[in-house]
């Protein structure tokens, strides 16, 4: 997180929804904040930004033991301007 908080130092986290069934807890949230600092390589902006995500949480003695996450980051980087390539295929590159 400590990279997000370099490049968004407004963050705001907003929690939109929680589920949880046996030792297992989702929770899906949307985050927005102002690029100011660097983040994955992209100096600041200062383009307000958007995005989604969602965790899985496992719970064992009250302690999280697992955590697997899911963020929309290829929107976030959308949003700042970058742009994604497919990486070239060398077999196809030699035909």
Request: net charge negative; aromatic share 8%; with cysteine.
């Amino acid at each position: 997180m400590r990279r997000h908080f370099v490049g968004f130092p407004d963050l705001h986290v907003r929690i939109d929804d929680i589920i949880a069934e046996g030792s297992k807890v989702g929770i899906w949230y949307t985050v927005d904040g102002a690029h100011r600092g660097e983040f994955e390589g992209i100096l600041a902006t200062g383009a307000r930004v958007k995005w989604s995500g969602s965790d899985i949480l496992s719970i064992e003695d009250g302690k999280i033991c697992e955590a697997r996450f899911l963020s929309d980051h290829l929107s976030l980087l959308k949003q700042l301007g970058a742009t994604v390539a497919m990486p070239e295929n060398p077999e196809r590159a030699s035909r």
